[in-house]
């Protein structure tokens, strides 16, 4: 956990002004005892309530199925940033988002 990515996207986040809530399967224990001003949800869909951006750090199953059309209607903004590429983009297009991953062109169809 002392390594993972999201530590580092979430200090950046954080020292850009923005407001984290996170949420992980897995790991939230071991979050809670390295990072402090991060709020933590009881699952996906309460941490995306009211967010002006999803951003996807982890590739664990539980967000490999994710209701796309639901977290759009909790969001403030649908902006999902995959940084797993777990998503294929015109499925999240279809469902109203602006939508990035890593290492795509920005007119990747897949």
């Given at each position: ?17 923005a407001r984290v809530v ?25 941490c995306a309530a009211g ?60």
């Amino acid at each position: 956990m002392r390594e993972a990515p999201s530590l580092a996207i979430i200090a950046g986040l954080q020292d850009a002004g923005a407001r984290v809530v996170a949420y992980d399967p897995e790991g939230m224990e071991q979050a809670r005892g390295l990072l402090s001003g991060v709020e933590y949800a009881a699952d996906a869909y309460a941490c995306a309530a009211g967010a002006q951006a999803l951003v996807l750090v982890t590739e664990w199953d539980a967000f490999r199925a994710l209701d796309l059309g639901r977290l759009r209607g909790l969001m403030a903004a649908p902006v999902l940033v995959d940084l797993r590429n777990v998503y294929r983009p015109e499925d999240v297009r279809r469902h109203g988002f602006a939508y990035a991953g890593v290492g795509r062109p920005r007119g990747d169809k897949g």
